[in-house]
């Protein structure tokens, strides 16, 4: 009998240990996200990257795919943005992102450090100047921040806020 309750006491104080599912994430304060954003920093980007892709060579098929709510081709991902402009990263070198005006035009050119959250990007302008740093948490949330160090935006899932929690745009 003693073998049985011990059994039993055993079961039930284990069982609830069974069901326990750890979750994984990484949680920043904005300030933490600042700090980790900000080590390393690139602040320049090489000529020849900006040099290659001033205008988007696939502007004509990008614009029927984005019209046709394509987000990836065999060769590439697309991002569109409310605002009209959109982003295309090639699958043959996932560090670059580049951010084109409606027209085709480079808007800005990102460079990921890695392809493992968390994981960030650096962003600059048509003609390589620094521009922002995002901090990507995982694939739904996102830390955007000024060269000064402000807190630009905050993006969950594919909705942007500013640093007040007003709703600041959508990408899809």
């Known amino acids: 009998m ?28 904005v300030e933490q996200a600042r700090k980790e954003a900000f080590a390393n920093v690139e602040y320049t980007l090489p000529k020849h990257i900006i040099k290659a892709n001033r205008t988007d060579p696939n502007y004509k098929q990008n614009q029927t795919l984005i019209k046709n709510g394509v987000k990836e081709t065999s060769d590439r991902y697309i ?15 996932l560090y670059y992102e ?5 027209n085709g035009k480079i ?11 968390p994981t960030k990007s650096y962003k600059y302008d048509a003609d390589g100047k620094f521009l922002s740093v995002t901090l990507y948490l995982d ?22 806020y500013d640093k007040n929690g007003k709703f600041i745009g959508s990408m899809y």
């Open 2 to 29: 003693k073998k049985i309750i011990t059994l039993l006491l055993f079961l039930c104080l284990t069982l609830p240990l069974f069901g326990f599912t750890l979750k994984g994430g990484v949680t920043y304060t």
């Open 79 to 93: 991002t569109y943005f409310s605002d009209g402009g959109y982003g295309i990263v090639y699958k043959n070198n």
């Open 98 to 102: 580049f951010y084109y005006k409606e």
């Open 107 to 117: 808007n800005a050119i990102g460079k990921r450090v890695g392809l493992n959250f």
């Open 139 to 160: 694939k739904d949330t996102a830390y955007n921040f000024e060269v000064d160090g402000t807190l630009r935006s905050y993006w969950i899932k594919n909705k942007g």
